[in-house]
C-alpha cells in the first residue's frame, strides 16, 4: 500500500482517530508541523503538540521485522509547554499508530534520527487495540490502533513507564491479550500507585473498544432505529453497563445514532423482545405540557416501526437483556 506522502493526509489520520475515540478536538494551528490541537471529553482536556511520520521497514542491514519512523525536518524537539508532546508514526498497510515518548528525545537529534518499533507489536495492535514494544534504548515504543488514541494521549506518559517494567509489562501484555481475563486485583497487586489508574482505565477502554466494534460491524455501522450512517453511530449497552447483569456481549448491545442512543437512555423511545419501536406517549404529554415538544414530529417521523437487527441471529439483542432494560426504565409493554 502506498505511504501518505503529505503531513496534512498523516495529522488526518490522528483528527479522524482522536473523533473515533469519542473525544472532541480543537485545532489550535493550521497546515503547520508539528500541529497542535486541544483534545477533550467529559471535563477531561489535553493541549498536545503532534510530530507525525510513516513507520516503514529498517531497510538493508535492519532486523527483519524492525520498523521505524526516520525524523526529517527537525534537530530537535520543541516541548508543549503545560501540554503534552506526541512523537508518531503511522503504518498505512495495517492502519495502526505507534508512539514514542518524548522524553527519551530532549536533545540533540543528531544525524538521521531514526525510533523503532517491532512488526509484531504493529500487527498485534491492528488486532487487539495495543502492544508495547521495548527497543534497544530502553524506551517502551507503544503500537495502537486508531479507536485507541485518545487512550494512548489521556494516559501517555504512565503507559510508556509501566511498559519498562517487567511484572508491569507482562500485564500490560495480558490486558493487550484479553482485558477480560485481567481482574482490578491483579492490576492492584502488580502495578506501582502512580501508575495504577492508568491501567485500569486502559483495561476498561479496550473493552468498550471490542464492545463498540463487534456492535457496530454486527448492524454494520447503521443506527438500528433510522439506517443513518455518517460515523454518528454508537455502540449502545442494551443493559446499562452499571447494572450487575450487564455484560459486553454483542447480543446486550444495539447500534444508534447520537439522537437516537440519547433517546433511548432517557427512555424516549425503546424496542421489545418482537424488535417493535415504541414511544413514551406519557413523556411526550409532558413535553407537549412544558412546551418542549418542538422538533417531534421530525424525530418521529425518522424512527421505523421495527429495529434493524444483525443477519446473524446470535448477535441480536437478547430477551433477557431487552426485558431487564425495559423493566429498569419502567416500560411496560
Known amino acids: 500500500m502506498a505511504r501518505l506522502t503529505r503531513k496534512a493526509d498523516l495529522l488526518a489520520r490522528f483528527e479522524e482517530a482522536i473523533r473515533l475515540s469519542g473525544w472532541n478536538i480543537l485545532y489550535l494551528t493550521h497546515g503547520d508541523h508539528p500541529a497542535r490541537y486541544k483534545i477533550y471529553k467529559d471535563g477531561n482536556i489535553s493541549t498536545v503538540r503532534v510530530y507525525i511520520w510513516n ?5 538493508a542491514g535492519r532486523k527483519a521485522k524492525e520498523y521505524r519512523i526516520q525524523v526529517t525536518g527537525f534537530n530537535k524537539f520543541t516541548p508543549e509547554p503545560n501540554g503534552l508532546t506526541l512523537i508518531l508514526g503511522w503504518w498505512e498497510d495495517v492502519g495502526v499508530f505507534a508512539g514514542w515518548d518524548y522524553r527519551h528525545h530532549t536533545g540533540m537529534l543528531g544525524g538521521s534520527p531514526s525510533m523503532q518499533i ?3 507489536a504493529l500487527r498485534q495492535a491492528r488486532l487487539t487495540g495495543f502492544a508495547s514494544y521495548v527497543n534497544q534504548k530502553g524506551e517502551n515504543a507503544i503500537a495502537f490502533r486508531p479507536d485507541f488514541a485518545a487512550t494512548y494521549v489521556q494516559f501517555l506518559e504512565p503507559l510508556h513507564d509501566s511498559g519498562v517494567i517487567p511484572a508491569e509489562a507482562d500485564i500490560l501484555g495480558l490486558i493487550s491479550d484479553d482485558p477480560d481475563n485481567v481482574s482490578d486485583e491483579d492490576i492492584d497487586e502488580v502495578v506501582g500507585e502512580k ?6 482505565e486502559t483495561k476498561k477502554a479496550l473493552r468498550a473498544n471490542d464492545f463498540a466494534r463487534r456492535v457496530l460491524g454486527a448492524y454494520g455501522h447503521r443506527c438500528a432505529m433510522c439506517d443513518v450512517q455518517l460515523k454518528l453511530i454508537d455502540g449502545a449497552h442494551i443493559l446499562p453497563v452499571g447494572h450487575e447483569d450487564s455484560t459486553d ?3 446486550n448491545g444495539v447500534a ?3 439522537l437516537h442512543h440519547r433517546a433511548y437512555d432517557r427512555g424516549l423511545v425503546t424496542f421489545g423482545t418482537d424488535y417493535m419501536i415504541h414511544k413514551n406517549t406519557k413523556l411526550i404529554r409532558s413535553l407537549k405540557d412544558e412546551d418542549r415538544i418542538g422538533g417531534f414530529k421530525a424525530f418521529e417521523a425518522s424512527i421505523k416501526p421495527m429495529i434493524n437487527v444483525p443477519p446473524d441471529k446470535k448477535d441480536r439483542p437478547a430477551p433477557k437483556f431487552v426485558k431487564a432494560a425495559n423493566t429498569l426504565r419502567n416500560w411496560t409493554l
Open 195 to 200: 501508575r495504577k489508574y492508568a491501567v485500569i
Open 249 to 251: 456481549t454483542t447480543n
Open 118 to 120: 517491532s512488526e509484531d
Open 256 to 258: 444508534l445514532c447520537a
Open 55 to 59: 513507520i516503514s521497514h529498517g531497510g
